[in-house]
């Protein structure tokens, strides 16, 4: 073994395997477009990081990948240069340490020297220096200081101080402002939440467990607004034996409604029991509408257009009364005359940005504009596949109002279609029906209700 290899492995016993997977899962993501929240976990289970540790790891990388912009603003202040500049590397660490200096409890020295000794060794003491002096910079300040010097001044551009405060692209904190109608109080709620690690959401199977008995073997608590929903305060929830026996699932509470308003949505006539899911992939509402089929004595087809996610859709929907077709939902060649079809359109996923963390700083506002003739297109197929008096349900992650409310007026304009109150369909004790907006469609908000920014309309053929 040469000296300098030698060297190298001393230098990797004393890296922290806690921090080093953090920024392992960084380098994925910046360098090969990974998605965090599907690498960690494996990674975490291929490396035996479990416990405390596994959560100071989920902490950091979610943590730092939410506010890669903010921190690089800060990271580019400290350093004297654009972080286009910095070597990626480099900059992986840098984020790191400057989101424990920032943004957590750490004490400074552990942030610091933690990340030094990542550096220097893979690159060695010239680049673990510069590293050093700059993470030191930024431990002068806290992240107040930072923003006040950074963030645009809040009395001439408040959407752009927000925006910077709480790690959002400006578009997307402008997007928000508009959705909410204005209120900076509302805006800086919605994007503070949207800013926070969210908990974890189970979906009970109908007919397979209750929520009240997963909420016992998963040591969670029951939902608020769906009957089928558990939180689970932590943890990786794939390591539950109700999960991996398919008993319950991961699906935010948001998505639940949609499905369950799918079900209840008011019909003009009796409900045959022909039901269809136009856009089903990776499954997460298939599985739960086929589990609601399976207890009422309906069916389901779930259109999917790729044949991998198609696979994933049959996987989760074994042994209930769901057909999977692989086909594009705008021309699936299927029989109309369905009593319930569900759309849950392809979208920028804006209302999900705080469960895929580093998905906020890759979206830009022309990803909006290309999708929005696709969500047409498809809300107009469903509508012609349903029966007259039959309803259709729209729904997507994002609260954009082009995706939402200007898909559903214009498509209705088009067609004919009538919208429904879908307020009455997702309304639960837990929920009061004031509570879900002046109607007819609902906007779920993080910080309102505790879901995903969903949307949903349902719309009745007429």
Same mark, same amino acid.
């Given at each position: 073994?040469?000296?300098q290899?030698?060297?190298?492995k001393t230098?990797?016993?004393?890296v922290?395997?806690?921090?080093r ?6 380098r ?9 929240n599907l690498? $960690? ?5 291929e490396?035996d990081?479990?416990g ?8 950091l990388t ?17 350093a004297?240069r ?22 957590t ?6 942030a610091v ?5 990542l ?14 002096a700059?993470?030191r ?7 107040? $200081? ?7 001044p809040?009395?001439?551009?408040p959407v ?11 578009w997307?904190g402008?997007? @928000? ?10 805006l ?8 926070? !690690? ?8 109908p007919g397979q ?9 998963s040591?969670g608590?029951?939902g608020?607004?769906?009957?089928y929903?558990v939180?689970l ?6 390591q ?12 935010d509470e ?17 409900d045959?029991?022909?039901?269809l899911?136009l856009?089903?992939?990776p499954?997460?509402?298939?599985? $739960? ?11 389901l087809?779930a259109v999917e257009?790729?044949e991998h996610r198609?696979?994933?859709?049959r996987s ?13 939902g ?13 759309v ?6 804006l209302?999900?940005?705080? !469960?895929?963390?580093?998905? !906020? ?6 990803d909006?504009d290309?999708l929005?003739? $696709? ?10 596949l ?5 309803a259709v349900?729209y ?10 409310a ?9 067609t004919g ?5 879908a307020?009455? @369909?997702?309304?639960?004790d ?6 879900l ?15 995903d ?9 007429t």
């Open positions: 073994m040469t000296e290899r030698r060297g190298t230098r990797d016993k004393a922290d395997p806690v921090r997977a953090a920024r392992d899962v960084l994925a993501v910046r360098e090969r477009d990974a998605y965090a690498l $960690l976990p494996a990674l975490l289970r490396r990081i479990s405390r540790d596994a959560a100071l790891a989920t902490e979610y943590g730092a990948a939410r506010a890669q912009g903010t921190l690089d603003a800060i990271i580019g202040a400290a004297g654009p972080v286009d500049e910095i070597d990626g590397r480099l900059l992986d660490v840098l984020r790191l340490g400057a989101y424990q200096l920032l943004r409890r750490i004490g400074a020295h552990a020297s933690t990340s030094v000794d550096v220097r060794a893979e690159d060695g003491q010239g680049p673990a220096g510069f590293v050093n700059v993470l910079k930024i431990s002068q300040r806290d992240e107040d $200081l930072w923003a006040d010097e950074l963030a645009p809040i009395a001439a551009d752009g101080h927000l925006s910077f405060r709480y790690a959002h692209p400006r997307i402008e997007v @928000f402002a508009d959705a909410l109608g204005g209120s900076f109080g509302s800086q709620a919605a994007l503070a939440a949207d800013d926070s !690690r969210p908990p974890v959401h189970l979906v009970a199977r467990i209750t929520a009240t008995e997963l909420a016992l073997v040591g608590d029951e608020r607004l769906s009957p929903c939180y305060p932590g943890g990786d929830p794939g539950l034996d109700v999960i991996r026996e398919g008993l319950a699932g991961v699906q948001g998505s639940q409604l949609v499905a369950i308003a799918f079900t209840r949505a008011e019909l003009d006539g009796p045959g029991g022909r039901w899911d856009c089903a992939g499954g997460g509402k298939a599985a $739960l509408i086929g589990s609601l089929a399976e207890v009422g004595g309906a069916r087809n257009v790729s198609a696979d994933l859709i989760v929907t074994a042994d209930l009364p769901v057909t999977v077709h692989v086909a594009d705008r021309a699936t060649d299927l029989e109309p005359g369905y009593d319930r079809v569900l849950d359109a392809p979208c920028s996923g209302g999900s940005l705080r !469960r895929r963390p580093e998905s !906020r700083w890759r979206r830009s506002p022309g909006v290309e929005v003739p $696709l969500q047409r297109e498809l809300l107009t197929e469903a509508i012609r349903t029966r007259p008096g039959g349900v729904s997507t992650c994002s609260p954009h109002p082009a995706e939402t200007g898909v559903v007026d214009a498509v209705c304009a088009a279609a009538e919208q429904l109150d307020r009455t @369909f997702v309304q639960t837990g929920m009061p029906i004031d509570d907006g002046p109607g007819p469609h609902v906007q779920l908000w993080p910080h309102l209700h505790g879901t920014a969903m949307f949903l309309a349902v719309l009745r053929r």
